[in-house]
């Protein structure tokens, strides 16, 4: 099973930046693509960003130009640089994975506890 742990959220002013960490363990076939998602109070979880295993990225039209996404395959760690923060950016973010158990077996998705980030003056 594929565990998925984040870290580097916290309270930032707006304008400011923020790094949040996804690291990925378990003994695993493969980690596919892997996703950033955020829930804020009140509203459903959306998707944030996205990259495949292969580097193929997409973001969600309201963080273009703002988030980067990325991850090292190798250290099994996947990142959201997140520049320009706006109050509207406050949520819980979480990391996803899809991957492969064994292989030939169907693909499972994995979920991170989450981490807070507050974007406010």
């Known amino acids: 099973q594929l565990q998925l742990v984040e870290s580097g959220g916290g309270l930032v002013q707006p304008g400011g930046s923020l790094r949040l960490t996804c690291e990925a363990s378990g003994n695993v076939f493969n980690t596919g693509t892997m996703r950033w998602f955020r829930q804020a109070p009140g509203k459903q979880r959306e998707l944030v960003a996205s990259i495949t295993r292969g580097g193929q990225i997409n973001y969600a039209d309201f963080v273009k130009g703002r988030f980067t996404i990325s991850r090292h395959n190798g250290l099994n760690m996947m990142y959201l640089e997140m520049n320009s923060l706006k109050p509207e950016d406050t949520a819980v973010y979480y990391c996803?994975?899809?991957?492969?158990?064994?292989?030939?077996?169907?693909?499972?998705?994995?979920w991170g506890q989450g981490t807070q980030v507050t974007v406010s003056s």
């Open positions: 996803n994975a899809a991957y492969l158990a064994a292989w030939g077996t169907d693909p499972r998705d994995a």
